[in-house]
């Protein structure tokens, strides 16, 4: 099963509008932590935000924020006034941990490709 | 500056070789992981280890496998590389602290033909 869902492939937004990447996952842990990172077509893949389970507020990185659902089982990146160098693929990312233990694996989702449009 | 560093940058082989993708970092990470990258299918993980000689399955390791005698360094091994083998394969580290985000490497392009 799928640990970590994208449902959207592709996305569009106008410049200097804000736009929502959407990703769900599935975990039985009570332990986990999300991260979402961005890959320009130069394919380095850049770290972005972070937010753990047990963490209160959401997360927030600059234009970068983190709407996390946790009954929902929802971590939605949030990109505010978008700009043209936001164009990229986009993964979100779950840590849990491996069998149980002290360990822990780093799980991706398929990734969701932003345009910004000028 | 963390620094994860991948032998090659782009590679080809042929079908039946045996091939090995290096990865460094320097920071003494403990946890290490191969990805490969295809489109549309994202990161799949490979394999991970968190310790010196210490390694665990990811969700596709079928034609590979993996050595870490150094902490600094993880290696994949394709024991004989076939055309579907055909992909980008990416290198993270990071800390095993829980809430720290992992180092990718710049990613090694294999081609099997």
């Known amino acids: 099963a799928q640990k970590i869902t994208q449902t959207q492939p592709g996305m569009f937004v106008q410049e200097k509008e804000a736009v929502t990447l959407d990703c769900t996952y599935d975990t039985s842990d009570p332990s986990y932590g999300l991260f979402w990172y961005k890959q320009p077509s130069s394919g380095e893949m850049i770290f972005l935000i972070y937010?753990?389970?047990?963490?209160?507020q959401n997360a927030t990185e600059g234009r970068y924020s983190l709407n996390f659902q946790k009954a929902r089982k929802s971590a939605n990146l949030v990109i505010s006034a978008s700009q043209l160098g936001d164009s990229a693929m986009y993964f979100c990312?779950?840590?849990?941990?491996?069998?149980?233990?002290?360990?822990?694996?780093?799980?991706f989702g398929k990734g969701t490709l932003l345009t910004v449009n000028p | 500056d963390v620094k994860v560093t991948q032998s090659s940058r782009y590679l080809v082989k042929r079908t039946g070789e045996k091939v090995f993708l290096e990865c460094v970092q320097d920071?003494?990470?403990?946890?290490m992981f191969w990805y490969r990258q295809d489109p549309g299918l994202g990161l799949r993980l490979i394999y991970f280890?968190?310790?010196?000689?210490?390694?665990e399955k990811g969700d596709i390791p079928e034609g590979y496998s993996v050595s870490r005698e150094k902490k600094e360094r993880f290696s994949l091994i394709l024991e004989s590389a076939s055309t579907n083998q055909t992909s980008m394969y990416l290198c993270?580290?990071?800390?095993?602290?829980?809430?720290?985000?992992?180092?990718f490497g710049q990613g090694t392009r294999l081609t099997v033909v």
């Open positions: 990312a779950m840590r849990e941990p491996y069998s149980g233990g002290s360990n822990y694996k780093l799980t």
């Open positions: 280890s968190y310790d010196v000689k210490m390694k």
């Open positions: 920071m003494d990470h403990e946890n």
């Open positions: 993270a580290s990071r800390w095993g602290h829980l809430n720290t985000e992992a180092f």
């Open positions: 937010q753990g389970s047990y963490d209160q």
